[in-house]
């Protein structure tokens, strides 16, 4: 199952709106499917809509924050549906290796393993140091920048 996790961030507070607290709460309800049983998720944007950009959904999964329009400043964020917040680890798992799972290319692509494609980015930070459970601030893992990136093993860009 993937979740469209922009739409925390960007129709919450409409959803709110719309549907009632309650309900609007569940929209991707993420933390939900985190059972063993349960059918694995990923994230994603709608790219023609929303910016690709991976470290924000990760933000977004973690902290479940949503703005209401017109105001659309640091202030006016807040949390919808707390009890799907996931981990950092586990959102990262969901933009990696959970993805290429759902798309039936672990084989090749995912995780840094022995025979796979080396297609990674190196970062400026760690985005485990941003884990709520461990003090961190997953509002600031947006703030992590892409310092190179790695298509088969090879640098194709340095920033």
């Not at 190179?148 to 640098?155: D, K």
Request: net charge negative; no cysteine.
């Amino acid at each position: 199952m993937t979740h469209l996790i922009g739409h925390v961030a960007y129709w919450g507070g409409a959803f709110e709106n719309i549907l009632g607290a309650e309900a609007a709460a569940d929209i991707d309800p993420i933390q939900s499917l985190d059972v063993p049983e349960a059918i694995p998720y990923t994230l994603h944007s709608d790219s023609t809509v929303s910016v690709p950009h991976p470290l924000w959904f990760v933000r977004q999964a973690v902290t479940r924050e949503t703005w209401f329009y017109p105001d659309l400043k640091d202030g006016a964020r807040r949390v919808i549906g707390p009890h799907n917040r996931i981990s950092v680890v586990d959102a990262l798992r969901a933009i990696t290796i959970r993805t290429a799972e759902e798309k039936e290319l672990e084989r090749f692509l995912g995780s840094i393993e022995v025979g796979k494609v080396a297609d990674f980015v190196r970062l400026s930070d760690n985005p485990l140091k941003y884990e709520p459970g461990n003090g961190g601030d997953p509002t600031r893992l947006t703030e992590i920048k892409v310092l190179e990136t790695y298509l088969g093993g090879r640098p194709t860009s340095r920033l």
